[in-house]
C-alpha cells in the first residue's frame, strides 16, 4: 500500500528566509505531483515531476524529485506572504489514481 | 472550457437522506475521480472511471455509488447520509491515468 509522508505539517515562515518541505513515499512510483490548496478553494497544480532527477521551477518555488530515495522536495526563496497556503505532493499509483499527503500549511510573516 | 464543475457548492443533509453531487468536465478526459476531504487532512479517493461505462472503487468507498454513462459527467450518489459523511468533495479529470489532474471547486456538504 502507498503511503505518502509529509513533513512539516506546518511551517510558519518568516519573509525573506528560504525553507524546505519534505514529501516521502513508501512504493516505487516515478511521478509526483506538487498542488496549492488557499482555504477553503480547490486544488491548483504547481508541478509535475515524471522521472528522477526532475526539477522544476516556478518563481519562489522549486521542486525534485528523487526516485530512488523515493523523496520529493519542495524548497522556497525569500517567502513572501503570497505564499501563505496549503501544499500537498500526491505520488501516483499504478497509473490509476494519486495518493496524497497531508499537507503542509505555510504562513507568511513580516 | 469551463473545465470541471461541480454542484451544488453547499449543501446540509439530514442523516438518512440521499442526494447526488454533480460532476461534468469538457476537456474530453478519459479519467474522473472523486476525492473527499477531511479537515486537516489530504483528499482520500472514493470511486473512478477511467471511461464511460466503467468505473473502480478507491480507498474509501463505503456509502458511496457511482456511474459513468458519458465522457463528461460522473455523479457521485449518496444513500443515507451519515455524520461522517460530513467533508468536501472534489472531483477532478485527467487525459490519461498517468496525466495531471484538474480538479473541480468542490462541494461542501454537512450530514446533521
Known amino acids: 500500500e502507498l503511503k505518502v509522508e509529509q513533513n512539516p505539517l506546518f511551517l510558519s515562515m518568516q519573509e525573506g528566509k528560504n525553507y524546505t518541505i519534505y514529501c516521502n513515499y513508501s512504493t516505487t512510483s516515478d511521478r509526483l505531483y506538487w498542488y496549492r490548496q488557499d482555504p477553503g478553494k480547490s486544488l491548483e497544480s504547481l508541478f509535475v515531476l515524471l522521472s528522477n532527477g526532475a526539477v522544476k521551477q516556478e518563481g519562489r518555488l522549486m521542486a525534485s524529485l528523487d526516485t530512488k530515495a523515493r523523496l520529493s522536495t519542495l524548497h522556497i526563496t525569500a517567502a513572501v506572504h503570497d505564499l501563505s497556503a496549503t501544499y500537498f505532493c500526491a505520488v501516483d499509483q499504478a497509473g490509476t489514481a494519486l495518493i496524497f499527503g497531508k499537507g503542509t500549511t505555510l504562513s507568511v510573516s513580516s | 472550457n469551463a473545465g470541471v464543475t461541480q454542484t451544488p457548492k453547499f449543501r446540509i443533509l439530514k442523516i438518512g437522506q440521499s442526494m447526488t453531487l454533480q460532476c461534468t468536465q469538457d476537456m474530453n478526459h478519459n479519467y474522473m475521480y472523486w476525492y473527499r476531504q477531511d479537515p486537516g487532512m489530504g483528499l482520500k479517493l472514493i470511486y473512478y472511471?477511467?471511461?464511460?461505462?466503467?468505473?473502480d472503487k478507491g480507498e474509501v468507498p463505503n456509502g458511496y455509488n457511482v456511474s459513468r454513462s458519458t465522457t463528461e459527467d460522473f455523479p457521485l450518489r449518496l444513500e443515507l447520509a451519515a455524520p461522517s459523511q460530513t467533508s468536501v468533495y472534489f472531483c477532478a479529470s485527467s487525459f490519461s491515468g498517468k496525466g495531471e489532474q484538474y480538479f473541480g471547486p468542490g462541494t461542501r456538504l454537512t450530514v446533521t
Open positions: 472511471s477511467v471511461g464511460a461505462g466503467i468505473t
